[in-house]
């Protein structure tokens, strides 16, 4: 099989795009995870609800109000959710909290279902960002370059926030060793609370900005979770660099097994997984080292 | 300044102590010495809030103490723990600051300036990770950062444990001056010279009670207490 360069640019590109919707989810779930040892199995189902809240907010006021709306209202969900339920199952231990947090994926499947239906929605890419660009030979969807931006963007944020900010130190603190942390005057709680909050909003700016490339419907949240479980115990749980890592592997290997070996794809990723648990078992960068 | 009064404490389903009580005073360093398992480290734990108190009164400075950690350690004691517990994700830079930007306050006594002018070590590896230092540099540090919290109480667990005789030597020295210039002191230790030459109060801990209370002189001369309490 003999490929130009714009075929090996697009496939990239497509994996970069794939690669950094997975790290939007990622990274809130990872650093929840590692900060509180919290398995919250729901946090796809708060992608899915980031979704068609942004096609139902564009429905009425164009994308962008979905856009900036929807992760502050599926941040208003955790809120919910954190004082709800998260706060009162802190210490009730993982079994617990898996237990929990599954069965939250199907009461908020069942809610999407009620409020939105069955149907698939559908969310048009803004007039600003449709079209095609020419790069590097290739015509690619300026919107799929968006998403790109919109990843790499967001990493840069979190890289500042967490590796050079008093705030920062504080989180990768808690991650550390959050007994210390609170003997140091630190509210862990109080901290993982603010975490969970972005971690949601987060989830829910990248459905909103997956929307238009999928159809949105009620179980793409269960769909979405178990790359997103992957990409976090390949990279290793509670750090960014984790998150970046596991999410840019997980797209390249989806989308180049995808084309180049495509009777191989579906089982590649889960061969990687599986060899990553044998060589390095707590993933290639874990936040503890 | 601290008060413990019929303390009972433990792990889960485990009793350690079983009505505790002892007291510090302000300005003084008290030491607490025992066996392994006797509830040295569990005592301190459950003054920190780091374990759950099952029964018993814990007073600092005549007021119940908080309830959390965090309201606990804003309240004026630092904790340096047997594990020293360096965050290996931040720099000895953001180890130090974490306490010092928080505890900072208008004035404070402690600054880094000053606690680098004490350990000096720490200033050539500000840079390095937290936990790319010696046991010993390990300890300094966590003494630093407890002292950067501008604390009214330092509790110290075992700061001597698995440092070599001249970095025991040295951590003695600087524990010693902060005696001197009227820091108040908690001290778990199992080196009965090193816990008896800084102290001036010293308790016993067996089996989760104090069975023992007086002055280092006097326990250096009670041989029947050492041998059956401490196994010196």
Redesign the interface.
């Known amino acids: 099989m003999a490929h130009d360069l714009g075929f090996w640019v697009l496939q990239a590109l497509n994996a970069l795009q794939l690669s950094m919707l997975l790290f939007l989810l990622s990274i809130g779930l990872t650093v929840i995870f590692g900060l509180m040892h919290f398995v919250n199995l729901a946090h796809g189902s708060l992608y899915a609800m980031g979704a068609y809240v942004a096609a139902s907010l564009a429905a009425v006021g164009g994308y962008w109000m979905g856009f900036f709306l929807a992760p502050v209202a599926v941040a208003g969900v955790g809120v919910l959710l954190y004082s709800g339920l998260i706060r009162r199952m802190r210490r009730a231990g993982p079994m617990a909290q898996v237990l929990v947090t599954f069965g939250l994926i199907f009461a908020l499947l069942d809610l999407t279902r009620i409020i939105w239906g069955d149907l698939a929605l559908a969310i048009d890419v803004p007039a600003s960002l449709s079209g095609r660009l020419t790069l590097l030979g290739i015509e690619y969807p300026v919107y799929r370059l968006f998403i790109i931006a919109l990843g790499v963007a967001i990493f840069a944020t979190l890289a500042f926030v967490l590796g050079r900010t ?1 705030i920062g ?2 989180i ?2 808690g ?3 959050d ?10 709680e109080r901290l993982f609370f603010i975490v969970f909050c972005v971690g949601c909003g987060l989830a829910g700016l990248s459905g909103a900005v997956a929307a238009p490339l999928l159809s949105v419907t009620p179980d793409m949240g269960l769909q979405i979770l178990i790359p997103t479980l992957i990409v976090i115990v390949i990279g290793g749980l509670g750090s960014l660099r984790g998150a970046i890592a596991g999410s840019l592997i997980y797209g390249f290997v989806q989308t180049f097994g995808a084309v180049l070996a495509p009777q191989l794809a579906s089982v590649l990723i889960y061969a990687l997984l599986a060899a990553v648990l044998v060589i390095k078992p707590v993933g290639l960068f874990p ?3 | 300044m601290l008060d413990l009064k019929d303390i009972e404490s433990g792990y889960g389903e485990t009793q350690v102590l079983y009505g505790l009580t002892l007291a510090a005073q302000a300005g003084r360093v008290l030491a607490i010495l025992g066996r392994n398992g006797a509830g040295k480290s569990t005592t301190l734990k459950t003054i920190m809030g780091l374990l759950p108190r099952r029964a018993g009164e814990i007073l600092f400075d005549g007021k119940p103490i908080a309830t959390q950690p965090y309201d606990i350690a804003k309240s004026g004691i630092a904790y340096v723990p047997e594990t020293r517990d360096i965050f290996p994700s931040l720099t000895v830079r953001e180890n130090l600051e974490i306490a010092a930007k928080r505890f900072g306050g208008t004035d404070p006594d402690w600054t880094m300036e000053r606690v680098l002018d004490v350990f000096p070590r720490l200033a050539e590896r500000m840079d390095n990770g937290g936990t790319q230092l010696s046991g010993g540099e390990q300890q300094m540090l966590a003494i630093a950062r407890g002292l950067l919290m501008n604390p009214r109480l330092l509790i110290l667990d075992e700061p001597t444990e698995g440092l070599a005789p001249i970095i025991v030597k040295l951590i003695h020295d600087k524990l010693q001056d902060l005696k001197s210039a009227g820091l108040s002191m908690i001290i778990v230790e199992q080196n009965f010279g090193f816990a008896t030459s800084l102290a001036d109060d010293v308790v016993v801990v067996s089996k989760g009670q104090v069975v023992w209370t007086g002055t280092p002189e006097a326990i250096k001369a009670d041989t029947e207490a050492q041998h059956t309490w401490l196994g010196v």
């Open positions: 008093q130190a504080m990768r603190a991650v550390d060793n007994c210390m942390a609170a003997c140091l005057g630190i509210n862990v936040a503890k080292g």
